[in-house]
């Protein structure tokens, strides 16, 4: 199904798809900006960070973040984990606007929410880091409502329906939690917000929802939008791998 299908629909899909460790530092030289509101919180974070010795120490923060005068580099190009490995193609057709119905934001933990093409410095740090004041890094998103930031653009952008890509486990990758409050709104709304899960791909979980997502763009993007329905839980180039579509 062609994508100017999906905008005769008046349907918008959003995938939040997560940061990596792997980062890649390539010089960008043009113009970038946040989504609305989340600057105030990412200063907010950067002086914990400042203040958190271990965070601060890191080589990474104090070549990127920490460092004024360090390069930007676009977050498509910064992030080279396997996911954005596997994905690179389709995240691009989708930043230069081939999908102009289907929006991408990465969950960071640092940068908090963060477009394809926006300029980021490079840095280290999990969501599950614990920063000086005792609290970790997803519960400083929690608590200053990074959700509601998200839930800001998903009115303004009118997305209909969301596929949260994001790893869920602790100690270090708390990340569609941090949102939780939000799910809990979306149940009661039109909005349709699914989790992708891969119950067998284990550690190669990322891998396999980066081929999933490669996948769905090249068969049928509609999927993402519930036309004519949504994804199959077994997709033929996939073998052996079931995906669970659990709301969020």
């Not at 390539?26 to 900006?33: D, K, L, R, Y």
């Not at 409050?181 to 119950?199: A, D, M, S, Y």
Request: with cysteine; hydrophobic share 40%.
């Amino acid at each position: 199904m062609c994508s100017s299908t999906i905008i005769k629909q008046n349907r918008n899909a959003l995938l939040l798809i997560p940061c990596c460790k792997q980062k890649n530092v390539v010089a960008f030289q043009g113009q970038s900006q946040g989504i609305p509101g989340i600057q105030l919180l990412r200063n907010q974070l950067f002086h914990y960070i400042q203040n958190t010795q271990v965070l601060a120490n890191r080589a990474e923060n104090q070549r990127g973040i920490l460092n004024i005068g360090a390069p930007l580099t676009q977050a498509i190009d910064l992030y080279a984990g396997i996911f954005y490995q596997v994905a690179n193609n389709s995240l691009r057709a989708i930043m230069t606007g081939k999908y102009p119905s289907i929006h991408v934001l990465i969950v960071s933990a640092f940068y908090g929410l963060a477009k394809l093409d926006e300029g980021l410095k490079e840095y280290e740090l999990q969501m599950g880091d614990t920063l000086h004041t005792g609290i970790k890094v997803y519960q400083f998103w929690q608590q200053n409502r990074l959700w509601q930031i998200l839930q800001n653009y998903i009115i303004q952008n009118n997305i209909t329906h969301i596929w949260s890509i994001l790893p869920d486990s602790l100690p270090s990758f708390p990340y569609h939690r941090v949102f939780n409050p939000l799910w809990k709104i979306l149940r009661n709304t039109q909005i349709r917000c699914f989790h992708v899960q891969v119950p067998d791909a284990r550690t190669g979980t990322g891998y396999k929802r980066a081929q999933w997502l490669v996948e769905i763009l090249n068969t049928n993007p509609g999927y993402l939008v519930g036309l004519p329905s949504y994804p199959p839980q077994q997709l033929r180039s996939i073998p052996g791998y079931i995906f669970n579509y659990a709301p969020c």
